[in-house]
């Protein structure tokens, strides 16, 4: 991934943007399957810089915004500082200027307070940024903020006070702009750059005739004039300031010394190249003769003024300029003529409207994207994100887990061992209780054997008695006899004795060389033991210091979560705004009860807003009535179709055109020219499918005539002999025949066939119904093998209920629709409008 990237910003520097963008984007890949974050990051911030050097800013702010969120999460501030720029600097370039203002608001704000360069800068650019988006207050507050900034550090404030002039004089508070604009004065004056004081005096003088102080805004003017030729100004700023000081004396009420002036400028501007300015001096010169009545000098000079236009192509002076010698015309009674030069500036005035309107549009709908690109990228970073940390967690969740079942595993082992130690414990103890219970019958047994030793001796000394008694004679031989017995019994208990002691010591030695055993496993257990119970606490602390982690990783993905959620609510916001001016644009459908017996209109758009729209219009007795399908749903149909239903109104309400065929067509050449379509080879093929009838309420005629979308006419039987129903196709219900009058299969865009569109003509009848719809309702994936519901059953499902009121008939249409589609998604946008004659 390094040496990818090295070669790719070797390649940048050497100006080879498309070879180091091939080697970048390689080197990203790798930096993403290798988990190098700042690898990623510098690939990224090098292909953002690469889209940018090559004047692509919409390629580069997508790359500049996922570093932000990179660094976003590391909290690197002094990065951030750089990439919020660039993508503010992008956006100004696309000039999506809330957003670039917002992105140096963002830089400000993270910038250190020391660093009065960048402040300033930012102030600047954040500022310039508000006033393009037309946010004057907070342009002043910014221009405010960088004033006291330069003030403060000794810095040149110059241009900030131009900055505040420009944007008070936005906000009409030319008091404010006039304060500043003198400071500004005195500021050239005390360094004498004449050049930059006859331009302020140009710009005080501005502020005093837009406060109608028009002799002080005279003097200026003279004065700027003054400094100018010491400073040397060109031909075409002297011109101006003649015509402004012109405007003044005009505004004084005193035209001739007005037309002194405005001729000194006439005079300049014909030496110049200058034909707008020349065109704007003498429509104005036009106009004051016109007040004074003389139409001569009146329509020589606008004359003139058209002459000059023409030459500058500036189309607004000319509409100016159409107008003016419009109202000359009609004074001097040629009427006309004076038709003819007004509807040229009704021409001009509605094309530059429209220009303005599809600038505007094509601005907003740019700014819309942008918005929401960066949004759907970032849900896109934050969902990414939530997956990476669901990732982990559910890792550390399973390592956790295992921890858990090996300190379990341990729990178990130690409560063997103790089991184990208390077992032997008890068993030493049972051996000792069997010792001291062994030593008291031995004793008890000495104890007796002295007792019978005693017993003995006591019936030795009776019978020696008796034998003293009985036989004196013997005593002797009886004492030595009973010595030697005596002797004898004394060696034998010594001898067992002995015996008995050593039989105990040996005995007691086993026991004391067991216990001393037993003594040394327990011991060498019970070291075991601690150990484990050490190894099991640092375990344990582990899956403390891992439990704590989850739970940062729980909070940020709860966190994460409301993020996401906050932008998503503000993208449905938008598209809910959407949604209301879609929904205030299309008519209101009571304006049909007066022309009809009895109508419904089944709207269901797909999403928020809709691709398919409904429009209706009353025009010299003549009911148009429209249902239209446009390329797409959604947002993009929605822009579609707003486009469609202006449109509609241009030609069928302001040219008085009901003709569905000659509606079409020019529809057709208004979407081909609005589009700018080619079509060439793989160019998108925006448009529309339409049906549109013309009702004419005097006569009953209906016309119709079909961009793809038929017409169902449903007649009751016996009312079906009316000829001009033949040849249609046909399908019969109970009390009603359905009639399908065709639609030219071509829609309203460019395409291969281009022919005119063909209008059926029908006299209809009361009791008639007539249905118009989009390909959303057939097309509908459902019933039990899911598949379309086609316009067979659709005709079908009409002729059921062509008996029905049409309130009834829209509240079936729909039970139908959601049997039908059941869990499935609504596939596409869906309009069926009902009528009955």
């Not at 729980?554 to 994460?560: I, K, M, V």
């Not at 080619?678 to 339409?690: A, C, F, L, P, T």
């Not at 249409?813 to 059941?822: A, H, I, Q, R, V």
Request: aromatic residues 10%; hydrophobic residues 35%.
């Amino acid at each position: 991934a390094v040496i990818l990237y090295q070669k790719a910003y070797n390649l940048f520097k050497l100006d080879s943007a498309e070879k180091a963008l091939t080697y970048a984007n390689e080197s990203l890949k790798f930096a993403l399957r290798i988990n190098n974050e700042e690898a990623e990051i510098s690939n990224l911030i090098l292909i953002a810089d690469i889209y940018t050097k090559d004047s692509k800013p919409e390629e580069a702010i997508p790359y500049y915004l996922r570093v932000a969120n990179i660094l976003e999460s590391q909290n690197d501030t002094d990065r951030l500082l750089n990439i919020y720029s660039a993508i503010a600097d992008n956006y100004f370039q696309v000039s999506a200027y809330e957003k670039s203002g917002e992105y140096y608001q963002k830089a400000y704000i993270i910038t250190n307070t020391a660093d009065y360069e960048n402040r300033a800068r930012l102030l600047e650019k954040t500022g310039i940024s508000a006033f393009n988006d037309a946010n004057y207050d907070s342009a002043i507050t910014c221009f405010s903020k960088l004033l006291t900034l330069e003030q403060q550090t000794g810095k040149n404030d110059i241009k900030s006070l131009y900055l505040l002039v420009r944007t008070y004089n936005k906000l009409n508070q030319y008091q404010k702009a006039l304060t500043n604009n003198q400071i500004l004065f005195y500021r050239f004056e005390k360094q004498n750059d004449l050049l930059k004081m006859s331009t302020i005096k140009n710009n005080i003088a501005f502020n005093y005739t837009h406060l109608k102080d028009y002799e002080k805004a005279a003097e200026s003017y003279i004065e700027s004039i003054q400094y100018g030729e010491q400073a040397g100004i060109s031909k075409s700023d002297f011109a101006l300031l003649k015509t402004n000081i012109g405007i003044c004396y005009q505004n004084l009420k005193n035209p001739n010394e007005a037309i002194n002036y405005f001729q000194q400028a006439l005079n300049i501007l014909k030496k110049t190249d200058f034909f707008s300015e020349k065109a704007r001096v003498e429509n104005i010169l036009a106009l004051i003769y016109f007040d004074k009545k003389d139409l001569y000098n009146a329509g020589f000079f606008s004359r003139q003024s058209i002459e000059s236009a023409l030459l500058s192509r500036d189309k607004q002076q000319l509409a100016t300029c159409y107008n003016t010698y419009s109202k000359i015309l009609k004074e001097g009674n040629d009427h006309i003529k004076a038709l003819d030069y007004y509807e040229k500036y009704l021409g001009l005035r509605d094309s530059l409207l429209l220009e303005k309107k599809l600038e505007e549009k094509e601005l907003v709908s740019k700014k819309y994207q942008l918005e929401k690109s960066e949004k759907e990228l970032k849900l896109k970073l934050k969902e990414e994100e939530m997956k990476e940390l669901a990732i982990k967690q559910l890792t550390l969740q399973l390592e956790k887990e295992a921890q858990e079942k090996e300190l379990l595993i341990s729990e178990k082992e130690v409560e063997q061992l103790e089991k184990e130690r208390l077992r032997q414990s008890l068993e030493i103890s049972k051996q000792r209780y069997e010792a001291a219970q062994q030593e008291r019958e031995k004793k008890i047994l000495e104890q007796d054997n002295r007792i019978k030793d005693f017993q003995l001796e006591q019936e030795a000394r009776k019978q020696k008695e008796q034998e003293r008694e009985i036989e004196l004679l013997e005593h002797q031989k009886q004492l030595d006899q009973l010595k030697i017995e005596r002797q004898a019994t004394a060696k034998k208990t010594m001898i067992w004795m002995i015996i008995f002691v050593v039989v105990i010591t040996a005995v007691i030695l086993v026991s004391l060389i067991s216990a001393r055993k037993r003594n040394l496993l327990l011991a060498k257990q019970k070291l075991e033991i601690e150990e484990k119970n050490i190894d099991l606490e640092q375990k344990h602390e582990e899956i403390i210091t891992q439990r704590d982690e989850i739970e940062l990783q729980r909070d940020r993905l709860f966190e994460q979560k409301e993020e996401i959620q906050h932008i998503n609510s503000e993208v449905t916001k938008s598209i809910e705004y959407a949604r209301r001016i879609q929904s205030s644009a299309l008519p209101d459908q009571s304006f049909l009860e007066k022309y009809v017996t009895d109508h419904f209109v089944f709207f269901k758009p797909r999403d928020i807003v809709s691709g398919d729209f409904y429009w209706f219009a009353n025009v010299e007795n003549n009911t148009v009535i429209v249902v239209a399908d446009c390329t797409g749903h959604g947002v993009p149909g929605a822009f579609m179709s707003m486009l469609g239903m202006s449109l509609l109104k241009e030609i069928i309400v302001k040219e008085y055109i009901t003709h569905p065929g000659v509606i079409l067509r020019k529809m057709r050449k208004e979407i081909i020219n609005t589009l700018n379509q080619k079509g060439v080879s793989g160019e998108q093929s925006d448009g529309m499918d339409m049906a549109l009838i013309s009702l004419n309420h005097e006569t009953n005629i209906m016309q119709f005539a079909g961009a793809y979308n038929p017409l169902y006419i449903l007649r009751e039987k016996e009312l079906c002999n009316n000829k001009n129903l033949k040849g249609f196709k046909t399908l019969e219900g109970d009390g009603h025949i359905l009639h399908e009058i065709y639609a030219d299969k071509m829609p309203i865009a460019i395409y291969d066939r281009m022919d005119k569109f063909f209008t059926h003509e029908i006299e209809l009848l009361n009791g008639d119904l007539l249905y118009m719809f989009s390909d959303g309702y057939a097309d509908q994936f459902g019933g039990p093998q899911g598949k379309k519901f086609k316009y067979i059953q659709f005709k079908r499902l009409i002729l059921e209920n062509a008996n029905k009121p049409m309130t009834k008939q829209k509240e079936s249409l729909n039970k139908t629709f959601e049997e039908w589609k059941g869990d499935l998604d609504q596939i596409d946008d869906i309009i069926v409008l009902g009528l009955k004659i």
